[in-house]
């Protein structure tokens, strides 16, 4: 006795699995693709010109214990500045200011005074980005003006803004 299976266009357990399993797969993808933090369409859509930009970066506050001699920062020109968490390069240091007051807010709220022991410094930050549609790609991530990012050098780390950015021209 020889009986045929009829299995030909039912489901069961295991297939159903499969398939939630590949649906699974699909949407993760198409989030890490889409919404993820240094996402990968930034990669996909850096086919632009590149340019040389100069980012100013805010550093504030910092204590006069992590400073040189009171008034400077241990980062010096031609130090390469890395995106401490993305591990990505910003660029060459090419100008870091020396300590300048950083104003914070007095008891009451109302009104703005310098504080004498922390500092206020900029650096600025030469790079090789690609121009996409105006937006700059440095390193295939976006750098974006008012971004608050943690940065690190060969001797010393810390938190800054981005608070501009040029185009480097020939003449300059």
Not at 1 to 26: C, E, H, P, Q, T
Not at 47 to 62: N, Q, R, S, W
Not at 65 to 81: A, C, F
Not at 132 to 150: C, T, W
Request: glycine fraction near 8%.
């Amino acid at each position: 006795m020889n009986v045929k299976s009829n299995r030909r266009g039912k489901w069961n357990v295991v297939d159903v699995l499969i398939l939630l399993f590949v649906a699974a797969m699909i949407m993760i993808l198409g989030y890490v693709m889409l919404f993820a933090d240094g996402n990968l369409l930034d990669r996909v859509n850096t086919e632009g010109d590149t340019k040389t930009v100069l980012y100013t970066f805010e550093v504030a506050p910092i204590d006069d214990d992590l400073l040189v001699d009171g008034k400077s920062l241990p980062i010096e020109s031609g130090d390469v500045l890395y995106h401490l968490t993305k591990k990505f390069s910003l660029g060459e240091v090419v100008y870091v200011s020396e300590k300048s007051p950083y104003m914070v807010l007095n008891d009451q709220g109302t009104e703005l005074v310098p504080s004498s022991t922390q500092g206020r410094f900029v650096l600025k930050v030469e790079a090789q980005a690609v121009v996409d549609d105006g937006v700059y790609y440095v390193n295939d991530h976006v750098v974006r003006i008012g971004e608050q990012l943690s940065f690190s050098t060969p001797y010393f780390s810390g938190v800054c803004k981005c608070i501009a950015l040029e185009e480097v021209t020939d003449g300059e």
